[in-house]
């Protein structure tokens, strides 16, 4: 039984709202506690230092009274004093203490030898009760005349027990209102806030059991927890998007290496078959060609996603990209030639960006392929151009050529990976050049812009691929 | 066309790889450490027919004893080996004082990859999968590294003659005339006669870049030095290996 409710407890304090109520309980009744024994503390020394005041002022008065009229008026002003209700205390004594006349049966011993303010609170026993009654506290200031007489003038303190009583009756009031502010709290956080927190958790998941079409649920009021599940729903949303996007790679990649793999098979296959040992090397020349191409297209894969995944980054330096595009253009200008196109150049002088040599040569290589298959095709002017500028904070480097062109429509699909327009797929090629380039160019923080070079020419707009890279600052 | 390790050897292969074997490489002796014990085997079967003897270790300490006990001409070591790893091995040995040049082989295959195996202390970085050729070629040119001093001023082959200060190029005393990247190719070519020039290392040691060319680009550039150098005259000096590269040599 005992077990039972400690773990039910235990449960229940491992509710955030519960264990922020104990906690505001607990700093509460702390405070409230601190409070109250201050303010009492603080009232009873007013009212000891009131009551000393008006002690003082009837002393003076006393003492004015036997100047003026001797023994006899001093007599008859506190017979007369010590009559009234709720009167102070008066007491004249002789010499040797004993109590001669007043309104008290007894003191404390001691406290009338001594001249002058009582040091604490002393007991009295009042004239008017049984002996034996209670004692009382009081405080009084002690006067002495030359004839030995004394004369004590004092003020009762009320009853301490009683005011403890007081205190403590405003303590229980303070922790009951606390008790229950802290139930009004944990409803309000635990059965509302909380509540929200289970759907949240709830949601999240059946996220992560694989539906991530599901989304946090929002409320209206637009407070921290639906801009929470806002935010959280947003990033869902793109995870879903980028999760698209990877299942569709991997549909196009499974499709599009099942088509070489095939034709690898069959050629196998055929080699197989065949008897004539010229024809089966032929045969086996073709296997091992198509084998190097499926290298190839797995070796672009992985340099993509490592280019992508920015594995690269530590290997940046800076690169002079007016000399980088001259050689490329160098290189290439022979293979241009052959083909029958000229390869012309115009690079500005001195450019140069914090990159990755290697993989912008690479991308160049792959701009400056695409443009010598394809342009010769069209019937444009016969020529590729190399541009490199810079303006605006920019640096662009754009590879054009005359042939047939990327129609506008399709100038986004163009980078995606294995994405071969309809005429080129008779050319050989993996469909992953344009891909590289757009990861290179992701990794630099630049970006690959695809227009016509000529946009009025209709059988030969051609096409401009541009590499922008952010020009290095200083 | 290239022919890719692992898996079958193939009849154009054996073809490439005996051709090199009649280059002048006397009984060259190299370390293989390859943990894939079928690429291995593959391996030093594919060196002996070319006329390399090749002893093979399995992991990387014992790699780090045979080479360190026993004296080759060329290591070729694995990135990843079991027991040590590739470049540790190659930092290893390098402190015991074992100089023979290393030609690290990668499955890695990135950029920077290349580089922290040359700065380990390796001579060259193949990415896998390669071309048996491909790593045939460089062996042999790492192996013959050795014995030809870098501070030759002026190569020879047959009639025709390159001078690496004036940068002249004469054949049969009949000055040719090159542009700057041709006379590097040439030069390349040269410093290497006699030996299977792949286009990659074409690509790496003229252009500077570390990739394979996909495209015919190397070839373009190699039959315009051709044109140049053979044009006028009856003897063909630049031959083309099937398969392999380009090699330049006089038949005599």
Redesign the interface.
Known sequence: MFARIVNRARLMFRSTAVRLSALYILLFALCAAFLVFYVTALSEKTLVQQTRQTIQEEIQDIQRAYDRGGINLLLRIMERRARQPGANLYVIAGPSGDILAGNVASVQPGVLDKEGWTDMPFGYTPYSENQGARRHLAIANVLRFDNGLRIMIGRDLGDPSRFRYIVRQALMVALAIMGLGALVIWFGIGRNALKRIDRMSAASQKIMAGDLSQRLPVGRSGDEFDRLSESLNAMLGRIEKLNEGLRQVSDNIAHDLKTPLTRLRNKAADALSEDREDVR?HA??GI??E??QL??TF?AL??IS?VEAG??A??MSDVDLSAASA?CA???E??A??VGLALVTEIEPGLSVNG?R??I??AI?NLL?NAIKYAAEGGGVPEIRVKLSSAAGLIRLSVCDNGPGVPADKREEVTKRFFRLDASRSKPGTGLGLSLVEAVMGLHGGRLELSATDEASAEAPGLTVTMVFPAVKG | ????IPHSG???DSAGAKIASDAIVPHMKILVIEDDLEAAAYMTKAFREAGIVADHASDGESGLFMGTENSYDVMVIDRMLPRRDGLSVISELRKRGVNAPVLILSAL????DR?TGLRAGGDDYLPK?Y?FSELLARVEVLGRRKGTPEQDMAYRVGDLELDRLSHEVKRAGKEILLQP?EFRLLEYLMKNAGQVVTRTMLLENV?D?????????ID??VS?LRSKIEKDFDKPLLKTIRGAGYMIKDEG
């Not at chain 2, 066309?1 to 890719?4: C, G, V």
């Not at chain 2, 295959?109 to 920077?112: A, I, M, S, T």
């Open positions: 090397r086996l020349e091992i060609g084998s190097d290298i190839r070796n992985l340099m490592r594995s690269m530590a290997e050689d160098e290189l290439y022979p293979v030639d052959e990755n290697e993989l040569g690479q290589f392929d | 066309m290239q022919t890719i193939s009849a154009d295959g990135q950029v920077d580089v999968p071309a990247r252009w870049y570390h990739f394979d060319p996909q495209t015919n680009v373009v550039h315009r």
